[in-house]
Every structure is written in structure tokens, then in C-alpha cells.
């Protein structure tokens, strides 16, 4: 494939990327505290989706990490193309997705022990530890196909093999295609070699077998990357197109899928994958269609401070307690307003959280992995 040697920054990847971690930094407390306070039933029914599903089934909140996942991949063609056409060797470049993978894995040991604090028995598996794992194979792949077409059938490799495993393999006790959390080839193999303590009594969420499948999100990212840097398709609408169809068909498999093999985002079924893949193609789709081609871009300059320090804020949030600091300056007020109140504390957190970015932002500090 043909590509553009220094293609103009893809703006809309910031937004989204802002927009995906938006709800883990207090959006979905916004929606349920405006739940509460108006007592609206169709703003009840999105709070009732800022939960994730105890296991089989779909909420808004279990796209959040997948997605991120897709963004991160999209953005792999963005960083190493450039590279691969000047001449860099590939050494090189293994070694700095490697290095990433590890600092990424290491800050994802360092945020568990917020809430898991006993160092003699860590929780090793993390979502920044799937993120890390996701990339350094997404990378590796991406650096030996860089087309299309083998990005695909590695994508689809991964998800066929994936979905045969678990459906095929017997597990001890249980048999084979025994998709529940204490009967799945997930649970078997977090208890045998996913390091550390579990999340879960008998499986554990991130572990090894799911990072396997994980990549296939990745790599959903790194074709909708390369399909948005090619020159192969010139318009801009129909790069658009073939993103918003994709995902569609996508999203079809994986609802057609769901009556034999579930949705589960605790064992990251293959139909988990396609389906917020799907998602993650349609979302992209509108965001460059919007930001990028009718460069309709003020709108998501909140999103954007977000998505340019989403590691930054994902690590902040968990040792800062940014709806403290939001209360101490506000309880004077908000003590008087009953619900509201605590729609304003919320919002206040928002603020504080974004202004902490926009400062960073302002000084060109960001955490570079």
C-alpha cells in the first residue's frame, strides 16, 4: 500500500480518546447524580448503563476499556509507518514497543496496589498491563505485515482460533464450551498461569488467555489506521464508508453470533471483540467524518485535553481523590441543595480534573510511554 510520508496529525483519534476516557474520570457519576436529581426515567435507563454486566451481555460501560484498546491501535500505523519508510531498523523498533509493554505493565501493578495493597500478594494483570500486552503483539505484527490484508487475516486468525479454544477445549469438571466464570477455559488458565492474585475468586478479567484475545482489538485499530493513512482510497468519504460498513458487519456477526457463543467482556469472547470493534469503527467513522473532514474540531477541544494525557488522568484518578478536593470547595453550597448538590460536586471534580489537564496542556507536559 501506498502511503503519505507525513500525514497531517489524525485530530479526531484525540477526541475520541478524550471521549472514551471522559466516563471513567467522573462521566458516569454525572449521569447517575443527574439521574438521581431529575428522577428522568430515560436518564435512569443510560445511569442503569455505566455499570459494567456481571457477566454474559452489553452496557455502554464495558466499551470503554475495548475501545481504548481500538484507539491505541489505530494510532500504531500513525507512530511507526513514518519510521519504517525512513529506514529505521526494525531492532529499534521492537525495542521501544518492548519498552513500553514493560512501563506499561509496571504502572499497571503500581495502580492496582490503590486498591490491592498487600505487595507479598500483587495483583499483576491490569487493564494498562492488557493495553501494554495488546500493543507489543499489535506492533509486532503490524511492523512485519503493514497492509491490510494481512492485518486482517491475523485479526481474524486470532478471533477463530480464540473462539474455538474456548468453546472446544474441555475443561476439567466442567467439559467443553462452558462459558460461565468458574466453568471457562478462562478460569482454568487464569488459576494455572495468570501471575499473582486474581480479581475474580476463579478468574481474572485481564489475565493472559484474555490479552490473547485482546490483540484482535488492536488489530481492528491498526486497519482502520492504515485505512485512514492510505492513499488506495483518496476520498475522505469513502474511507468513512468502508469504516461505518465494517463495523456494521462487525456488530451483525457478533449479535448473530450471540445466541451460541455470548457476548462476555470478562472472557473476552471473540463476539465481545467484534462487537466493540464494531463499535470502535462506526465511533471513529463519525468522529474523522466531523473532526477531520468537515474540520468541525472547537466542539472537542474539552475531549482532546483529555485524550492527549489519557494515561496521565487514568493513573491521577485513582490515587487522587479529585471528588474530595471538588467537595471541600463546595459543601458550603452544596449542603443546602440536596441531589443537585451532589450534581454539582461531581461537576466540580469534572472541572478540576480538566483545568489540572489544561494546565499540563498549556506547559506541553505529557506523559510520553
Not at 290 to 303: A, I, L, T
Request: glycine letters at 12%.
Amino acid at each position: 500500500m501506498t502511503t503519505q510520508n507525513k500525514p497531517e496529525r489524525l485530530h479526531s483519534l484525540d477526541i475520541l480518546r478524550g471521549f472514551d476516557m471522559f466516563w471513567i474520570t467522573g462521566g458516569h457519576m454525572l449521569v447517575a447524580t443527574l439521574a438521581a436529581a431529575t428522577g428522568w426515567k430515560w436518564l435512569e435507563t443510560v445511569e442503569g448503563q455505566m455499570h459494567h454486566c456481571a457477566w454474559a451481555g452489553f452496557h455502554f460501560y464495558d466499551l470503554i476499556f475495548p475501545l481504548f484498546i481500538f484507539i491505541m491501535g489505530v494510532a500504531i500505523p500513525y507512530a511507526l509507518l513514518p519510521k519504517l519508510e525512513s529506514g529505521s531498523p526494525k531492532k529499534g523498533l521492537y525495542r521501544k514497543v518492548v519498552k513500553r509493554f514493560v512501563i506499561l505493565v509496571l504502572l499497571g501493578v503500581i495502580y492496582n496496589q490503590a486498591a490491592w495493597p498487600d505487595w507479598a500478594n500483587p495483583r499483576i494483570a491490569s487493564v494498562l498491563g492488557q493495553i501494554g500486552f495488546a500493543y507489543l503483539f499489535g506492533s509486532i505484527i503490524f511492523i512485519n505485515t503493514r497492509n491490510v490484508t494481512s492485518v486482517i487475516l491475523w485479526m481474524g486468525g486470532i478471533l477463530v482460533v480464540y473462539g474455538l479454544m474456548q468453546n472446544f477445549i474441555p475443561v476439567p469438571g466442567y467439559g467443553a464450551g462452558v462459558l460461565t466464570p468458574e466453568g471457562s477455559l478462562n478460569a482454568f488458565l487464569d488459576q494455572r498461569i495468570t501471575p499473582g492474585r486474581l480479581l475474580g475468586e476463579t478468574y481474572e478479567p485481564e489475565g493472559v488467555f484474555n490479552n490473547i484475545s485482546a490483540i484482535s482489538i488492536a488489530l481492528m485499530g491498526v486497519m482502520a489506521g492504515l485505512i485512514l493513512r492510505g492513499e488506495r482510497i483518496r476520498r475522505q468519504y469513502g474511507k468513512v464508508l468502508i469504516l461505518a460498513v465494517t463495523g456494521a458487519g462487525f456488530i451483525t456477526i457478533a449479535l448473530l453470533l450471540n445466541g451460541v457463543y455470548p457476548i462476555i467482556k470478562n472472557a473476552w469472547t471473540s463476539t465481545f471483540d467484534l462487537l466493540t470493534g464494531g463499535i470502535g469503527l462506526i465511533l471513529l467513522s463519525l468522529f474523522y467524518m466531523v473532526v477531520d473532514v468537515w474540520k468541525y474540531r472547537k466542539w472537542g477541544f474539552y475531549f482532546k485535553l483529555i485524550g492527549m494525557n489519557s494515561i496521565t488522568i487514568y493513573l491521577a484518578v485513582s490515587f487522587i481523590d479529585f471528588g474530595g478536593i471538588s467537595n471541600n470547595f463546595l459543601k458550603g453550597l452544596t449542603m443546602h441543595m440536596g441531589a443537585w448538590g451532589d450534581v454539582m460536586q461531581v461537576v466540580g471534580a469534572l472541572a478540576i480534573i480538566w483545568y489540572s489537564l489544561y494546565l499540563m496542556y498549556k506547559n506541553k507536559i505529557f506523559l510520553r510511554i
